[in-house]
T-cell receptor, first 114, second 110 residues
Framework: GAGVSQSPSNKVTEKGKDVELRCDPISGHTALYWYRQSLGQGLEFLIYFQGNSAPDKSGLPSDRFSAERTGGSVSTLTIQRTQQEDSAVYLC????????????FGDGTRLSIL | AQRVTQPEKLLSVFKGAPVELKCNYS??????LFWYVQYSRQRLQLLLRHISRESIKGFTADLNKGETSFHLKKPFAQEEDSAMYYC????????????FGGGTRVLVKP
């Protein structure tokens, strides 16, 4: 595709449910990043993938959050037992390599926990 | 630890007036600095990066290591410059994750 694609664009779910967010990076981009944009915290880094491995998971806020990447392409971010403070826009970005190449962002998934 | 500060949450200027968005950072090594912009109903996109030393849409930004600043400037603001602007820093650690400032909303009035 022409850019980073994320789905769903919006997700409303009840507290305690699990959610899965998907990111399709730009073809050929080996580095993939997840960020979270929330009212109180601004834009925060969550996790970084190089290929299928995640050398930096330092931004994941709790063990309820996990992510995987398969085939060096699509990534899913999973939040288990969602809490209201998980409500945010989850952004995915990809870059050609991890050597300070510009990161290209998707439109994000707006997650609302009722 | 790396940190980016954008002291102004909102900047309101008239069309044709100069605009300067402040960005200060803290990082112990040699950082890469970026400005990202988000126009209404559009995705976050790269505006410029200090390593390129180029002017995009009339905007320039100079990295001042002595003052640890990377302010964004445009001499004559246009209405289409109204947007949210984020300063971001990438360090030398593996992965080069971005640390963002809190953002500055720019409103250019006619």
């Amino acid at each position: 595709g022409a850019g980073v694609s994320q789905s769903p664009s919006n997700k409303v779910t009840e507290k305690g449910k699990d959610v899965e967010l998907r990111c399709d990076p730009i073809s050929g981009h080996t580095a993939l990043y997840w960020y979270r944009q929330s009212l109180g915290q601004g834009l925060e880094f969550l996790i970084y993938f190089q290929g299928n491995s995640a050398p930096d998971k330092s931004g994941l806020p709790s063990d309820r959050f996990s992510a995987e990447r398969t085939g060096g392409s699509v990534s899913t971010l999973t939040i288990q037992r969602t809490q209201q403070e998980d409500s945010a826009v989850y952004l995915c970005a990809s870059s050609q390599a991890a050597g300070n190449q510009p990161q290209h962002f998707g439109d994000g998934t707006r997650l609302s926990i009722l | 630890a790396q940190r980016v500060t954008q002291p102004e949450k909102l900047l309101s200027v008239f069309k044709g007036a100069p605009v300067e968005l402040k960005c200060n950072y803290s990082y112990s090594g040699s950082p890469e600095l970026f400005w990202y912009v988000q126009y209404s109903r559009q995705r976050l996109q790269l505006l410029l990066r200090h390593i390129s030393r180029e002017s995009i849409k009339g905007f320039t930004a100079d990295l001042n290591k002595g003052e640890t600043s990377f302010h964004l400037k445009k001499p004559f603001a246009q209405e289409e410059d109204s947007a949210m602007y984020y300063c971001a820093l990438s360090g030398t650690a593996a992965g080069n994750k971005l640390t963002f400032g809190g953002g500055t909303r720019v409103l250019v009035k006619p």
